[in-house]
C-alpha cells in the first residue's frame, strides 16, 4: 500500500536538511543563495583581508591589462597581413583604418631598420608574422604571471579568513552552538567562504578582463569600422536577453530539482537504516514501489534543470554564428564600398565572435557575486558574534589550587524565564567526592557545565578556594578541571596525542600510565598500532566503550585537582567497570570530585549524594544517611529489594 | 569513511570500458543514443565547416569583387545555422535525456537489489557507502553515457571534419600543420596527467580542512575543557597553509598548460603564414583558403583539449561502474530455493493461497553457525526445541553474541549447518516472506518510519481498521501516548520518529508487531534509560505480548528473564548454560554468577533513570 508522491516528497523533502554537509556542490557550481544585505560595507570587509596584498592586486591588474591589450593586438596584427597578402594578388591597395596603418608602419620601420625592402610581401609577412609572436609571448608571460600572482593574493585571503573563521570559533561560547546546528556552522566554512574563494579567484578576473576586453574591443570594432560595430552592438541584446531568460527558467527547475533529490536522498537514507524492520515486514515490494515514484518524479525534474542547463551554451553558440553572418555579409557590402580592407573585415569578425562572450560572462558573474556576497555577509555575522567573555582585569592565574569548592545559593537557566536549577549550595573541601542522582532533566549535567564557565550564572557565586570562578583566567580554571563526559570527543590523531590533549607536556611514559590507570591498555595494545593508531572522526573506529576508556585515561594525565566524571563509565560493560574500579578510585584520590552516574553503586561511596529533582537539591547526605532517611534516595535505591 | 574514500581515486581497467555491463541499461535507448550520436557529429561536423564560408566570401567578394551571390551566401549561411540549431536542440534533449533516464535505471535496479540482499550486506557496509553506490556511481554512469560520450563524438567528428577539409583544400600546408598534432596531444595529456594528480591533492586537503572544522564544531566543549585551543588554531593554520601552497602548484601547472597551448597555437598560425604566405604570393593557394587555415590553427587547441578531457572523463568513471556493477552482482547469502519460489511466490509476486499457517514450533537441529565475515563458530552443533508458545529469553553481556538465535530464527542468516525447522519442518523449505509475515520483531533501537502513527503502526498489517490500531495500542497500554498527540493517529512523527522518547518509540513498535497478530515474536529489549511511567507500560506491553506465542527475547529487564520458560545465557559467543531461573540459580554456575553480579545494577539503572 504504496503512498502517494506527494505525501512521500513531504516526508522524505525535510531530511535533507539534515543530510552530511560536505564542500559539495550542486552539478553547475554554486547556487546563488540569498541576497547582501549591505553590498558596500562587505565589500570594504572583504577588501580590509587583502591588506599587505595591495601590490600583488595591483600587479595582477597590470598583467590583466597587458594581456588583454596584447592579445587585442595580436588579433589586429593579422589585418596589415592579409592586405598586404591581398594587394600581392589583387595589385589594389586598400583603404586602411587609422590603426591598421599605425600597424602597417610599426612592421615597416621594423623592416627598415633590418635593412630590409619594405616593398616586398614576404619579408614583411615574414617580420608581422615575428611582431605577432612577439606580442603572444609577452601575452603568454603575462597570463602566467597573473594566474600565480591571483591565485597567491586570493588563496592568501582565504587562508586569513578561514583562520580568522577558525579562531572566532574557537571562542564562540557553548551557548552559540546551542543555537546554531553543526550543519550550520559547517556550511559557514564550506559552501560560504567557498563561494568567497570562487568570488575573488574567478569571478573577480574574469570581470576586470571582461571589461577590459570589452572596452579594448569595441576601440578596436570602431577605428575598424564603426558602421559594422553598430551592427555587433544591435546584436547583443539578443544574446543578454536570451541567456537571462535561459538562466531563469533552469535556475527555477534547479530549486525543483534540489527538493526531488532530498526527498530521494532522505528516502533511500531511511531505507538502509530501517532494512530490518522492512524484511521483517515483508515491505520491500512497497518500497519499490514508492522508490520508482520519488525517482520517476526526479528524473522528470533532473530533466528540465539539466535540459535548459545544457541548452544554454549551444544556442550561445549558434547566436554568435548568427552574429557572425551577419558582420561578414554587411562587412561584405562594405568592403566592396570600399570603406573596409578584407584584412579590416576579418579581424572584425573575429572581433565581433570575442565580443559577446565578456557580456555573457558579465551576467554570469553577477549571480555569483551576489551569492558571495551573502555569503560573505554570514561569515562576517560568525566573526562579529560576542566570544567568551574576556577575562577581569585583575583576574587570578591561580597558580596554585587547592580544590575548594562551594556553590552559593546558584540560580541558572540555559533560556531567560526557564531555570534549570533553582538555589543550589553546596561545598568540597579537597579530594571529597561529591555525587549527583537524579532523573534525566534534573540538572545534574548543568551544575557541570557551570563550574569550567560554559555558562555563567545569573544569580549567586561559584567560589573555588576562596576566588569567584569569575575572576579566575579562564584557561587557568578549565586547566584545573579535567572533565569526562559521556561523548567527550576524540580528536583526529594517535591514541598516544589524544590522551596527551589531558596534558600536553606528558611524556610517552606518562600516557602508558595513564592508560593502564583507565583500563585502556590492555586494548590499545591489541590495536594494530598500538598507541599509534590513527583516531579517525570522533573515533568512528572504537567503541563506544573505549573511547570513554581514553578519556578516563586523559583525565588520568592531568594534574588537574578537581575531577568531573559526568556518566563517565556509561558505555564501559559491567566486567570491564569491575576492572576500572580500582582505577577509577586512584584517578579520584586527592582530588575533589563531581559524579554523575546511574548506576547506584558507583556513588556509593561519595562522601556527599545530592539527590536532584527538578533543580532543586531534595536531599543530602552520605550513603547511610539518606537510606536512614527514608526519602527520594531510599525510594531509587531499595525498589530492587521489591522485585526480588 | 578512509577506504571507501580512497576508493575514489583507484584506476579501474574494464573490458570495452565497461560498456558490456552497462550494455542492459542503454538497450531501451538504442535509439536516442543513435541519434544523439548521428545529430552531434553532425552539429559538430557544421561547427567545423563555417570557415569554409569565410573562404567563400574572401574569395569571391573579395577577391573577384562581385556581389551576385551574396544574397544567396547569406541565405545559404543563415539556413545551415538554423539546422545547426535544430539539430542542437535535438542533440541537447537526447542527450539529457539519455543522461537522466539511465540514471534513474540505474537507481531503480541498484534499490530494488538492495531490497534482495541480506541483512549481512547492510551489517558490512555503512548507510554511506550504499547510498553512494545508488546516487553517485549512477549519477557519472548516466553523464557517461550521455554528456561524456558527446564530448568524444563531439570533438572527434569536429577533428576528423578538420583534418579532412585541410587535407583536401591544400595538403601540403594541412601536413605541415597536422604535423604539430601529436606534440600537442603528447603535451596536453601529459599536463591534464599531472594536474589530475594535483587537484586530487587539493581536493584531499580540502576535505582535511573540511574534517578539522566539524571537528572544531562538534569537538568544541572537549577542546574547551582540555584548553587545547591554541595547539587546534596552529594545526588549523598549518592545514590552510598546505592548502594554500598546494593550490598555488596547481595553478602553477594550469598556468603552464594554458600558456603551452597559446603557444602550440602560435607556432601553428606562424607555420601558416609563412608557408601559406609563400604559396599565396606565388599564387599557389588562395587567400580564401590561407583564412581556413588561420582560423583553424587559431582554434586547434579547443578539439584537442576536448578529446583528452572525454578520455580522461571516461577513465575516470570506470570505477564508478566498476563498484555499481559489484553491487548488482552481490548474491543476498539468504534466498529462497527455486522450488520455494515456484510455491510461495517471491517478494514482489507472494502466492499467499499457497502459505500454511504457521504454529511456532522452533527447532534448532545441531545447528553450527559462524558469521560470513568472521572465522570463529558461534554454535557448534546447537541443539534447542522451542515448542509453541514457549519464552525464552536469552542473556549475557554486551557482545557476547545475544541477537545470533534471534538472526537464525528471523533467517537473517542461514546455518552454517543443520537445520532450523519451523513447525517441523526445514525452514528453507518455505519462503522468507512466509516466515516473516508470521513474525513480529521489536528492536532494541525502535525503528519508525516518516510518516503517521497510523502509517507506523500499519506497517505490519497495510489493511488494519482505527479499531484494531486503537486496540493494540491499548493492549499495551500505550493509549497515554496518543492522549499526548493533538492529531491522534494522524500525528507526523518525523524520520526515525523524532518526537517520541525511546521508550514511547519503543511502545509503539511492539504495537505495531501485535497489530499483525504474528506466531513468533522477537523482541530485543532496550538498555537505554526510560523514565519510570513508560517503563511500566513497557513491562505490561511485553508480558501481554509474549502471552501465548512463541518468543524469543534479548533481555535485560530482570522481570523478563525471571519469567521466561526458559533462559540461555550466552557469554563469548556460546552458549553456556540453558533452563529455568530456579535450575540456573541452583547450579550456581554462570547464570547465578552474572544475576547476583548484575541484579542490583539492572534495576537500579531502571529505576533512576
Redesign the interface.
Known amino acids: ?1 504504496a ?1 502517494t508522491l506527494e ?1 512521500l516528497q513531504a ?2 523533502n ?2 535533507s536538511k ?1 543530510g ?1 554537509q ?2 559539495g556542490r550542486g552539478p553547475h557550481g554554486p547556487r546563488p543563495q540569498g541576497k547582501p544585505k549591505n553590498a558596500k560595507q562587505t565589500i570594504a570587509r572583504l577588501a580590509g583581508y587583502a591588506h599587505g596584498f595591495e601590490w600583488r592586486f595591483i600587479l595582477v591588474l597590470i598583467c590583466m591589462l597587458t594581456t588583454t591589450v596584447s592579445s587585442l593586438i595580436g588579433g589586429y596584427m ?1 589585418a596589415p ?2 592586405d598586404r ?2 594587394v ?3 595589385g589594389r591597395e586598400p583603404e586602411m583604418s587609422v590603426l591598421e596603418r599605425a600597424a602597417d608602419s610599426v612592421v615597416r620601420s621594423l623592416m627598415n631598420s633590418a635593412g630590409a625592402d619594405t616593398t616586398a ?2 619579408p614583411y ?2 617580420t ?2 615575428l611582431l ?2 612577439a606580442i ?2 609577452v ?3 603575462m ?2 604571471l597573473q ?2 600572482l591571483m ?2 593574493f586570493s ?2 585571503m582565504i ?1 586569513r579568513i ?2 580568522d573563521l ?2 572566532k ?4 561560547p ?1 551557548r552559540y ?1 546551542d543555537g546554531h546546528p ?1 550543519g550550520e ?2 556550511s559557514r ?2 559552501n560560504d567562504v567557498d563561494n568567497i574563494d570562487v568570488m575573488i579567484n574567478n569571478s573577480l578576473t574574469s570581470i576586470i578582463s571582461g571589461v577590459v576586453t570589452l572596452l579594448g574591443t569595441l576601440t578596436f570594432m570602431l577605428t575598424t569600422s564603426w558602421i559594422l560595430t553598430m551592427v555587433t552592438v544591435v546584436c547583443i541584446p539578443l544574446f543578454a536577453f536570451g541567456g537571462g531568460a535561459l538562466a531563469r527558467i533552469s535556475r527555477k527547475y534547479y530549486s525543483a530539482q534540489q527538493a526531488a533529490l532530498g526527498a ?3 528516502y ?21 514501489e514508492e ?2 515514484m520519488l ?2 518524479d ?3 525534474k ?2 528540465n534543470a ?2 535548459y542547463g ?2 544554454m551554451g ?2 550561445m ?2 547566436m554568435s ?2 552574429t ?2 551577419i558582420t ?2 554587411v562587412g ?2 562594405l ?2 564600398s570600399g570603406l573596409l580592407t ?1 584584412g579590416g ?2 579581424v572584425f ?1 573575429g572581433y565581433s565572435r570575442q565580443f559577446s562572450m565578456p557580456i555573457n560572462q558579465l551576467a554570469q558573474q553577477m549571480a555569483t557575486i551576489f551569492s558571495a556576497l551573502a555569503g560573505a555577509e554570514r561569515v562576517f555575522d560568525v566573526m562579529d558574534t560576542e566570544p567568551e567573555a574576556k577575562d577581569a582585569e585583575n583576574a587570578d592565574p591561580m597558580p596554585h589550587m587547592e580544590g575548594n569548592v562551594v556553590l552559593d545559593n546558584v540560580t541558572f537557566g540555559y533560556v531567560p524565564d526557564k531555570t534549570i536549577l533553582k538555589h543550589i549550595s553546596l561545598y568540597a573541601k579537597p579530594g571529597q567526592k561529591i555525587a549527583f ?4 532533566g534534573a540538572g545534574k549535567t548543568t551544575v557541570t557545565n557551570l563550574l ?1 564557565r ?1 555558562y555563567d550564572i545569573e544569580e549567586g557565586s561559584i567560589t573555588i578556594d576562596g576566588v569567584d570562578i569569575r575572576n579566575i583566567k579562564r ?1 587557568v580554571l ?2 584545573n ?3 569526562v ?1 559521556q561523548d ?2 576524540l ?2 590523531g594517535t591514541i598516544r596525542e589524544n590522551i596527551r ?2 596534558r ?1 607536556d606528558a611524556t610517552d611514559e606518562e600516557v602508558i600510565q595513564a592508560a593502564k590507570t583507565a583500563s585502556a591498555h590492555s586494548f590499545i595494545m591489541r590495536l594494530a598500532d598500538g598507541y599509534d593508531t590513527i583516531i ?3 573515533g ?1 573506529n572504537l567503541s563506544q566503550g573505549q573511547r570513554q576508556l581514553l578519556n578516563i585515561a ?1 583525565a588520568a594525565i592531568s594534574k588537574a585537582p578537581i575531577l568531573v566524571l559526568d556518566e563517565a563509565t556509561s558505555s564501559v ?3 570491564t567497570e569491575r576492572h576500572i574500579e580500582h582505577g577509577m578510585d586512584r584517578l579520584m584520590k586527592n582530588r575533589t570530585t563531581f559524579v554523575i552516574a ?4 558507583t556513588v556509593r561511596n561519595a562522601n556527599a549524594i545530592m539527590v536532584l529533582e527538578h533543580g532543586e537539591i531534595i536531599e543530602r547526605g552520605n550513603h547511610d544517611e539518606l537510606l536512614a532517611l527514608k526519602g527520594r534516595y531510599y525510594e ?2 531499595t ?2 529489594k521489591e ?2 | 569513511m578512509a577506504s571507501e574514500n580512497k576508493d575514489e581515486n583507484k584506476n579501474v581497467k574494464l573490458p570495452f570500458f565497461g560498456f558490456p555491463i552497462l550494455w542492459p541499461f542503454i538497450k531501451k535507448y538504442k535509439a536516442t543514443m543513435i541519434w544523439m550520436i548521428t545529430l552531434g557529429a553532425l552539429v559538430s561536423g557544421v561547427d567545423a565547416i563555417y570557415p569554409l564560408f569565410n573562404r567563400y566570401a574572401i574569395n569571391h567578394f573579395i577577391g573577384e569583387k562581385t556581389l551576385d551571390t551574396l544574397p544567396l551566401f547569406i541565405i545559404g549561411y543563415v539556413l545551415i545555422a538554423a539546422v545547426q540549431a535544430a539539430c542542437n536542440f535535438r542533440n541537447v534533449t537526447d542527450c539529457t535525456k539519455m543522461e537522466m533516464y539511465t540514471n534513474r535505471d540505474l537507481r531503480n535496479s541498484a534499490f530494488s537489489h538492495l531490497q534482495e540482499l541480506s541483512l549481512s550486506y547492510y551489517n558490512q557496509n555503512s548507510v554511506g557507502y550504499i547510498h553512494a553506490r545508488v546516487m553517485s556511481d549512477s549519477g557519472k554512469i548516466g553523464e557517461l553515457v550521455s554528456w561524456r560520450t558527446m564530448d568524444l563524438v563531439w570533438w572527434g567528428s569536429y577533428i576528423l571534419i578538420v583534418l579532412v577539409v585541410m587535407l583536401v583544400t591544400n595538403w601540403k600546408l594541412a601536413l605541415l600543420v597536422i604535423a604539430l598534432l601529436p606534440i600537442a596531444v603528447i603535451l596536453v595529456t601529459l599536463f591534464q596527467r599531472k594536474l589530475l594528480k594535483l587537484n586530487r591533492k587539493v581536493r584531499e586537503m580540502n576535505s582535511t580542512i573540511t574534517a578539522d572544522i566539524n571537528e572544531g564544531i562538534t569537538g568544541v566543549k572537549s577542546m574547551k575543557t582540555l584548553v587545547v585551543e591554541d595547539k587546534m588554531g596552529r594545526h588549523f593554520n598549518e592545514d590552510t597553509l598546505e592548502m594554500y601552497r598546494r593550490s598555488v602548484r596547481t595553478t602553477h601547472y594550469a598556468a603552464l598548460l594554458t600558456a603551452t597551448i597559446t603557444l602550440m597555437s602560435a607556432v601553428a598560425l606562424s607555420i601558416v603564414l609563412w608557408k601559406g604566405g609563400e604559396m599565396t604570393t606565388a599564387r599557389v593557394m588562395e587567400i580564401g583558403t590561407m583564412s581556413i587555415f588561420m582560423s583553424y590553427a587559431l582554434g586547434m587547441i579547443d578539439p584537442i583539449q576536448g578529446i583528452v578531457g572525454a578520455i580522461s572523463g571516461i577513465i575516470a568513471v570506470q570505477v564508478n561502474i566498476e563498484r555499481y556493477s559489484r553491487l548488482i552482482n552481490t548474491e543476498g547469502e539468504v534466498y529462497d530455493r527455486p522450488d520455494v519460489v515456484e510455491k510461495y511466490g517471491d517478494t514482489f509476486e507472494p502466492k499467499r493461497e499457497n502459505w500454511e499457517p504457521l504454529h511456532g514450533e522452533i527447532e534448532f537441529k545441531d545447528v553450527t553457525f559462524h558469521y560470513p565475515d568472521g572465522e570463529e563458530k558461534v554454535l557448534e552443533h546447537f541443539n534447542l526445541l522451542v515448542p509453541q508458545g514457549t519464552n525464552v529469553a536469552i542473556v549475557g553481556e554486551t557482545g557476547a553474541g545475544k541477537s545470533t538465535l534471534v538472526n537464525l530464527v528471523c533467517r537473517f542468516f542461514e546455518p552454517t549447518e543443520g537445520q532450523v525447522l519451523i513447525d517441523g519442518r526445514d525452514a528453507r523449505d518455505r519462503s522468507l516472506q512466509w516466515l516473516h509475515s508470521n513474525l513480529g520483531y521489536v528492536l532494541q533501537t525502535p525503528h519508525l518510519f516518516s510518516g503517521t502513527i497510523r502509517d507506523n503502526l500499519r506497517y505490519g498489517k497495510p489493511d488494519a481498521t482505527d479499531e484494531e490500531i486503537l486496540h493494540s495500542l491499548h493492549m499495551v497500554s500505550a493509549d497515554f501516548i496518543l492522549d499526548k498527540m493533538k492529531d491522534g493517529l494522524d500525528t507526523e512523527i518525523g524520520e526515525g520518529g523524532d518526537f517520541l522518547s525511546t521508550g514511547e518509540k519503543q511502545l509503539l513498535s511492539i504495537a505495531r508487531a501485535l497489530l499483525a497478530d504474528p506466531a513468533i515474536l522477537i523482541l530485543d529489549e532496550a538498555t537505554s534509560s526510560i523514565d519510570t511511567v513508560t517503563e511500566k507500560a513497557i513491562q505490561h506491553a511485553i508480558s501481554t505480548a509474549i502471552e501465548n506465542r512463541t518468543s524469543f527475547m534479548i533481555a535485560h529487564r530482570l522481570s523478563t528473564i525471571v519469567n521466561a520458560d526458559v533462559i540461555l545465557v550466552v557469554s563469548e559467543g556460546k552458549i553456556v548454560e540453558r533452563g529455568t531461573h530456579k535450575e540456573l540459580m541452583k547450579a550456581k554456575g554462570a547464570y547465578y554468577e552474572l544475576y547476583t553480579r548484575q541484579y542490583e545494577e539492572l534495576v537500579v539503572n531502571n529505576e533512576i533513570g
Not at chain 1, 269 to 281: A, C, H, L, R, S
Open positions: 500500500m503512498r505525501q516526508r522524505y525535510s531530511s539534515k552530511p560536505g564542500g593579422l597581413i592579409i597578402l591581398t600581392a594578388v589583387t610581401v614576404m609577412v615574414i608581422a608574422a605577432l609572436g603572444y609571448l601575452s603568454l608571460a597570463t602566467y594566474a600565480r591565485l597567491g588563496q592568501g587562508e578561514r583562520n577558525f579562531t570559533l574557537q571562542h564562540l557553548v552552538f553543526t556552522v559547517m566554512f564550506t530521494v536522498n532522505g533511500i537514507e531511511e531505507n538502509v537504516t530501517g532494512q530490518k524492520v522492512i524484511k521483517v515486514f515483508n515491505h520491500e515490494d512497497t518500497c519499490v522508490f520508482c525517482n520517476d526526479m528524473r522528470d533532473q530533466f539539466n535540459f545544457g541548452i549551444p544556442v553558440g549558434n554564428q548568427i557572425y553572418g561578414v555579409g561584405g557590402v568592403m566592396l578584407p573585415l576579418t569578425a542522582v537524579g532523573s534525566t569550567n560554559f584557561d578549565r586547566e578541571i579535567a572533565m563526559l567527550t570527543h580528536f583526529t590533549y589531558g600536553l579517525e572522526g570522533d568512528a586523559r560493560d559491567t566486567r546511574h548506576r547506584l553503586s531509587l535505591y525498589g530492587v522485585l526480588d
